[in-house]
């Protein structure tokens, strides 16, 4: 079983589905051992421990910079014998050494189709907003490993949604959400927790199930 940590820092909508998916037998051989918290008032500290998974808060509140918090994360990952880490909802860029220490091995999840509107500030419904004012025909979601820099990583899945003339920022997101985001996140989690991502440079190839 992959020891797996998820970071999070609002509302926990995208831990609900990794939750919900792992209760159904949909991601395989994952063990949800963490669920760790930038704000100590996030809600999903209480889907967590709805669901019977431990918490934690490393407040980023509490530390001068984000490399002083990266290296709390770090450590506190490194206590618990994590080996996969993924982002719903984290809403601070780790750096060094979490990143270099897992390199290939954290999950994020973004509400547009790479490399389009992704990035440093590119976040919550800013993200809507801005595909809809380029006025492009599809958005989605996609599923990636993280680097020192937003939304930059190898791409693992990514799914389209048709955008519709009549849509607005927060129908745009909704639909993405349920159509897209919610699903795609645990299917990537369940495919590296089974062995079937292989990273090549920047390209992500799957294997087959093995039977």
């Excluded at 709390?72 to 979490?98: C, H, N, T, W």
């Excluded at 490399?115 to 907003?129: L, M, N, S, T």
């Excluded at 993280?146 to 129908?171: F, H, L, M, N, W």
Aim: charged share 20%.
């Amino acid at each position: 079983m992959v020891r797996t940590a998820v970071l999070v820092s609002g509302d926990g909508t995208n831990l609900q589905s990794i939750i919900n998916a792992h209760n159904f037998g949909k991601i395989k051989n994952c063990e949800l051992a963490a669920v760790i918290s930038s704000r100590p008032d996030a809600f999903a500290l209480t889907r967590a421990k709805n669901a019977g998974i431990p918490t934690y808060v490393v407040n980023y509140k509490n530390f001068p910079n984000r490399a002083s918090f990266s290296e709390a994360i770090y450590q506190r990952l490194k206590s618990l014998d994590i080996e996969l880490v993924v982002l719903a909802g984290f809403m601070v860029v780790l750096g060094p050494p979490v990143i270099d220490h897992y390199e290939n091995r954290i999950i994020n999840i973004h509400p547009s189709l790479v490399p389009a509107f992704c990035g440093e500030g590119f976040y919550g419904i800013r993200v809507h907003e801005e595909a809809l004012n380029y006025g492009v025909k599809v958005s989605g979601a996609t599923a990636h490993f993280a680097t020192a820099v937003a939304d930059a990583g190898p791409v693992i899945i990514q799914r389209a949604v048709e955008v519709r003339e009549d849509d607005t920022p927060s129908t745009l997101q909704k639909r993405i959400m349920e159509e897209v985001e919610w699903k795609i996140l645990p299917e990537a989690i369940s495919l590296y927790c089974e062995g079937r991502l292989q990273v090549v440079g920047r390209i992500v190839h799957i294997k087959e199930a093995t039977a």
